[in-house]
């Protein structure tokens, strides 16, 4: 890896001294603490850095894919408004356990109207809802008049990956703003400071590998890298090979294996033959699903037909997304592929 392009790793995003002694995953260790250290979304950065300064936060709605810096982003404002009184000062819930109107109605409505005894530099209280879009629709509406009600005390921050599973009448309420996935070119510096700090041994092709995977997901590319960090015995730089065995995805060769099987065989054989694979290669079927959606695409079939087999695979796709049978979705994919092939 070529150290010259990298930026010192001493100044990464404030990390903290504890955090840096401690033995906690890395996505904690290297999460910012300060909004100066927040990777990528400047405009948003200096948006909410204008506002905090002026002291005309608003209610707000951070929404987008996992990993781009949502929570990261709410909990570094909390720290420049509210300095060593943001535990006092925020209630932060998930959305996804805590998601019925009786938190809403108990615990909410009771934190908004308190009044703030802290010597705080901001007199409003701050509820960060992280997974917002878990929360049931009765849950979100009472929420709504809560916001209504107390919104001269208390600010409310939504996190979310999907904004149209919030109800109308909290969009209206908040200023929005998205949360693109992190770019390549931030996404591996980071990535490089990170294995210089930790001296962990990467090919620069590795990193490009993990990157591409991760489809803009901070968290998931420095668990992955975590992962193939700790899964290294030796010296010497993990390869790709070596990152294909430690998170159980499909390397070259067996992605070949894989479409020369469904080609080749018929479909109770093909089924029974990448089921075997699947097992001894530790395959996840969603993988699996990806790289068939990769060939079809870059395949000569016609259009109608590839129109066809996408629509069967993001049927799929939500099948196992709501914990369907893995065999038995291997099976569909088989059949689609046979069908229409």
Same mark, same amino acid.
């Given at each position: ?77 909390? &720290? ?37 005894? %802290? ?15 878990? %929360? ?82 901070? $968290? $998931? ?86 129109? &066809? ?33």
């Amino acid at each position: 890896m070529n150290e010259a392009n990298v930026t010192n790793v001493t100044n990464i995003s404030n990390v903290s001294n504890v955090a840096k002694e401690g033995l906690i995953p890395w996505v904690e260790k290297y999460r910012p603490l300060h909004l100066d250290g927040v990777i990528s979304h400047s405009h948003i950065v200096n948006v909410l850095s204008n506002l905090i300064q002026n002291q005309r936060f608003p209610h707000v709605i951070f929404y987008g894919p996992p990993g781009t810096g949502k929570t990261t982003t709410i909990l570094a404002c909390a &720290r420049k408004i509210y300095g060593d009184d943001v535990s006092s000062m925020v209630l932060e819930l998930n959305g996804s356990d805590d998601r019925g109107i009786s938190i809403v109605r108990e615990q909410i409505k009771e934190f908004s109207s308190t009044n703030n005894l %802290m010597q705080s530099s901001s007199n409003l209280k701050l509820v960060v809802l992280d997974e917002a879009d878990s %929360m049931t629709y009765d849950a979100q509406f009472a929420l709504r008049q809560v916001i209504e009600n107390y919104t001269q005390n208390t600010r409310f921050c939504f996190i979310c990956n999907y904004i149209t599973k919030i109800i109308p009448g909290i969009l209206s309420r908040c200023v929005s703003f998205n949360f693109s996935p992190i770019s390549d070119k931030e996404h591996k510096i980071h990535l490089q400071n990170i294995s210089i700090n930790e001296t962990v041994n990467v090919t620069d092709t590795c990193l490009d590998e993990i990157i591409k995977m991760s489809e803009g997901d901070m $968290r $998931r590319s420095i668990n992955v890298l975590q992962a193939l960090h700790m899964s290294n015995n030796t010296k010497e730089s993990s390869d790709i090979n070596e990152l294909y065995q430690v998170i159980g995805y499909p390397n070259p060769s067996v992605k070949t294996c894989i479409i020369n099987i469904i080609l080749n065989n018929n479909l109770k054989d093909a089924y029974q033959k990448i089921l075997s694979l699947k097992c001894s290669q530790n395959l996840c079927v969603n993988d699996i699903l990806k790289e068939l959606v990769d060939y079809v695409i870059q395949s000569d079939i016609k259009n109608v037909t590839m129109a &066809r087999i996408i629509t069967e695979f993001a049927k799929i796709e939500v099948y196992l997304a709501n914990n369907v049978d893995e065999n038995i979705q291997l099976g569909a994919i088989l059949a689609t592929m046979k069908l229409h092939l």
